[in-house]
């Protein structure tokens, strides 16, 4: 953890993009400032105000009710999340298309709300007819494919409590999972594809079936068909949907009915089961689709993240749906089976807002700008980030390459975790873009920067721990069977919720999230944030991507170690690393230049795009890495 004192701050970037005017002129959110008054002074009226815009079976009582560190939102509310992401919609947009899925071969299948709801509707009397009911908690181990969609939309419509594990997860990791929540039921895939392979799910869930000893139930999609073979307690999905009723009413919810668990990634500890509501979560994530991603009625909205991850929960499935949106969503990888597939897509499907990760984008970067240029991108208004710290050179290179210099488009950063559901931090549309930083804490959600005491850091660029100040509708509830845990990330530091990120703030209120707290380095008593080094190594022309680590060092406390993944015409050579060191050093400081530079043809990534700078550290010190079941092959 960072100690009471500070967190230096050495990377110097003062560039501002500002964003196009016809971006501002038309943003659903013109008054941030306003808006985020409101929320902070009366939130109880602010979060009622955009709860009243969705269906609820019968009102709520009460706005909000805090039981420290337990609270509730829209108390004795009912309603399903459903609901609103189908029912609602179905006089006036029946035949709208909701969905679009790619297949990493490029064929697609298409889902209009109609179709969808159908669907919906007969998956979640299958379960019914097998005995799933409200309560019950129910596994989903899919690729990324309109059936996984349809399973997740099925447990929420009957009121059974969804999991979805990650498609490619060991077998310890899922059945870890399955044991943790009681599972009653599994639905899996037979395969997933990736980079043109099948990768085998069915042997994984078949080994983590016999291993538990709650689940009743298995459901196999079978994409391959009958050469798939069923063992016993395992039904077919397709089955169990053609011979299942379209006609099954969203089972009515109290706005604290549990809606899913979501297990955190695990880049640090033991993987936390993340419970989130049906009311709170979907009033929340709701908004900031409208406002943060400024989602018009027509737009195509792509996010490139997975199910198996928050960020697939909130912005491929629940919030685009109860936003009458129509999303793309793809399998695969953003660079394959060709490296401008990702421009191929934009193109195609006249995409208008994306939601990726730093990760693709720099990707993308390696391969350099010719691809780009051979597409129409004019239909990509806006463009956001999040999941790691997005690196100035990578926003800057996006903003030329993909957003045509603010020609027709805009790219902007975004914060959040599990935890929060939706984001905290962010630059709004209306907002000039700080290459670095974040932006601001959005609507409803009160941030701050404090000491490991509490205290908060009001120096402008002085970095500390990162802050929440009070929970919010979409906030989690607990973590699932172990409410000590979730307890203490609000006693550490009594009273306010701990990230367990590091941050800083700069004198106009935008924020820089350096990194997680366990990965500030302490050099020679300066306090340096890993994103800095890292940042200052991508800025170089050579660089595709890179990750440090603080090793021990008698003399200076900690070194620098840092592993690049060069260009793809950029050979290593003792003269490239030693060029890289000299860029450091004038970047930032003689202070925060790498001692050594290892050259990797990939860092390890976790399989929603965070570099794994803990497994970089254990194998560096010879330690056990712990949990790496989210490692990506």
Same mark, same amino acid.
């Given at each position: ?5 500070? #967190? ?10 500002? +964003?196009? %005017? ?19 002074? @009366? *939130? ?36 399903? #999340? ?24 490029? =064929? ?16 979640? @009397? ?60 599994l639905i899996t895939g037979d395969i ?9 799910l069915k042997t994984i869930a078949d ?20 050469? !798939? ?12 949907? =053609?011979? =299942? ?16 668990? /979501? ?8 993987? $936390? ?20 991603? %400024?989602?018009? $009625? ?5 996010? !490139? ?21 129509? !999303? ?8 394959? +089976? ?17 939601? !990726?990760? *730093?990760?693709? &984008? ?16 004019? =239909? ?8 790691? +710290? ?41 907002? @000039?873009?700080? +290459? ?46 172990? *409410? ?13 919720? /701990? ?22 380095? @302490? ?70 230049? *790498? ?5 990797l043809p990939v860092l390890p990534k ?8 803990? &497994? ?18």
């Open positions: 953890m960072v100690q009471k004192g500070q #967190i230096d701050h050495l990377l110097q970037e003062s560039d501002v993009i500002s +964003p196009p %005017d016809t971006l501002k002129s038309n943003a659903n959110l013109p008054n941030y400032e306003e808006e985020y008054q409101q929320s902070i002074e @009366n *939130p109880e009226a602010f979060w009622e105000s955009v709860a009243k815009e969705l269906h609820w079976f019968s009102p709520w009582d009460k706005i909000y009710e805090n039981s420290f560190p337990n609270f509730k939102w829209f108390i004795n509310g009912k309603c399903n #999340i459903t609901y609103n992401a189908l029912d609602r919609h179905l006089d006036e947009n029946r035949n709208k298309v909701a969905l679009i899925w790619l297949a990493e071969d490029g =064929s697609e299948r298409t889902f209009t709300y109609g179709r969808l709801h159908n669907l919906v509707c007969k998956f979640a @009397n299958g379960l019914k007819s097998l005995g799933i009911t409200k309560g019950d908690r129910v596994v989903i181990y899919m690729p990324l494919t309109p059936e996984g969609v349809i399973a997740m939309l099925a447990c929420a419509r009957i009121g059974a409590v969804h999991s979805v594990v990650f498609a490619g997860f060991s077998v310890s990791a899922l059945a870890d999972r399955i044991d943790d929540v009681q599972a009653k039921a997933g594809i990736r980079r043109g392979n099948h990768v085998d080994a983590a079936q016999q291993r538990s000893t709650t689940l009743e139930h298995t459901i196999v999609w079978r994409r391959l068909g009958e050469q !798939t073979p069923l063992l016993q307690n395992q039904i077919d999905f397709d089955q169990l949907v =053609s011979q =299942s009723s379209s006609h099954c009413p969203a089972e009515v919810m109290d706005s604290e009915d549990p809606l899913y668990i /979501l297990y955190t990634s695990g880049t640090t500890g033991k993987p $936390k089961g993340v419970l989130h509501v049906h009311g709170g979560y979907m009033v929340g994530t709701y908004y900031h689709f409208k406002t943060f991603w %400024d989602i018009k $009625k027509n737009d195509t909205f792509w996010c !490139t993240s997975d199910i198996g991850w928050v960020v697939g929960h909130s912005y491929i499935v629940y919030a685009p749906l109860v936003a009458g949106s129509t !999303t793309v969503f793809r399998e695969g990888t953003v660079d394959y +089976p060709e490296t401008d597939t990702f421009y191929n897509i934009i193109e195609k499907y006249n995409v208008n807002v994306i939601f !990726t990760a *730093p990760t693709a &984008l720099r990707m993308l970067m390696r391969y350099g700008e010719e691809a780009a240029s051979k597409y129409d991108l004019t =239909s990509l208004r806006y463009l956001t980030c999040a999941g790691e +710290p997005l690196n100035p050179e990578a926003l800057k290179w996006a903003y030329k390459t993909l957003c045509g210099s603010g020609e027709w488009g805009h790219i902007v950063d975004n914060w959040w975790q599990t935890e929060t559901g939706g984001p905290c931090l962010g630059t709004l549309p209306i907002m @000039n873009v700080k +290459p670095g930083r974040v932006g601001k804490p959005l609507p409803g959600a009160e941030l701050d920067i404090v000491d490991s005491e509490g205290v908060p850091v009001k120096e402008p660029n002085k970095g500390g721990l990162l802050i929440i100040r009070r929970p919010f509708p979409h906030f989690y509830r607990t973590v699932f069977g172990d *409410p000590e845990r979730y307890a203490e990330s609000w006693n550490t530091i009594p009273g306010v919720y /701990l990230t367990g990120d590091v941050a800083l703030k700069d004198e106009d209120g935008y924020f820089m999230v350096v990194g997680r707290a366990d990965d500030v380095l @302490n050099v020679a008593g300066h306090r340096i944030g890993s994103a800095e080094v890292e940042s200052a190594l991508v800025s170089h022309e050579y660089v595709a991507e890179a990750a440090v680590i603080g090793l021990p060092d008698e003399l200076k406390g900690e070194s620098i170690k840092a592993y690049v993944t060069l260009m793809l015409n950029i050979t290593e050579s003792p003269e490239v690393e030693s060029e890289l060191k000299t860029h450091v050093r004038n970047v930032l400081s003689p202070i925060a230049v *790498p001692s050594a530079i290892d050259f976790t399989r929603s795009g965070k570099i794994m700078r803990r &497994l970089l550290k254990a194998q560096e010190l010879g330690l056990d890495p712990g949990d790496i079941t989210t490692l990506e092959e």
